[in-house]
């Protein structure tokens, strides 16, 4: 400094550098989490066959609406309509046995009466009143055995006209048909799937949280359900939170009901579930 003051000159100014100040900080909105989800009937049912025969559809296809005691398909037994009019046959024949044998044992109950009021009055020998008492036991006994064999045959008539209506397979509610397992005209074995139907009057969503999300969500919380496709946006409730995750994804699996305002086609659409509106 004193050699410049000496030279005569100046020293240059030291620039001055502009200071940054922080901006100021925004309030953002708070992030909505969304989790993968898909909304499913909150009920099905699987009609089997409960007997080997050929599957007779009713002419609905998949996605059409089934109304409850609609007959959706017939599994049809080559035999079982020969075998049912078969066992009518035996039905008729048992019956017509069983009264005629009913009517041969009131004759040898009333002639062994009659052979007892005789003995009693020396009438008849004691061994001629003996034989017809027999002979009343032996008529009662085959009456009885007659009248045991129409049980029988009806039995038997009933398991197969109940294996002829258990071929009928009528939807046990409103829904909408889901799957065919078999073709029409195909064979099936007893136990073998048919048909599934799914309910349409109630429909749930489905949807897995995160091992660390798990205590956001709450049962009758409030969700909101976004179609993957564009389809808008529902309403929904937490229904159920399981109590622990699954060991396969360390997912925990929620299920809440939509609000669907009558829209039947929802089910099987795949949706992203936010939790804070």
Known sequence: ????????CRPEPTPVLPVALPAPAVALP?????????????????????????VERSGFEVGEPVMSGTLVATVRSPTLPAVIEAAKAEVEVAIIEAAAATQTADASHRRAEEAESLLRRGAIAQTEALQLRLQRDRDALGARQKNAAVDVRKAKLDKWFADHQAGRLVAPFDGRLSRWFVANGERVEAGEPVLRLAATDELKVRFAVPAAHTGRIGVSEKVEVVLDDGGGALDATVDHV????????????????????????????ACHVFVGH
């Open 1 to 8: 400094m004193i050699l410049w003051l000496l030279l005569g």
């Open 30 to 54: 708070p992030r909505r989490i969304g989790y993968v989800g898909v909304i499913v009937p909150h009920r099905t049912v699987v009609l089997s066959a409960h007997g080997i025969g050929v």
């Open 242 to 269: 399981a109590p622990e995750l699954d060991p396969s994804s360390q997912m925990t699996f929620v299920v809440a009901s939509v609000v669907t305002q009558g829209d039947e086609t929802l089910a099987g659409r």
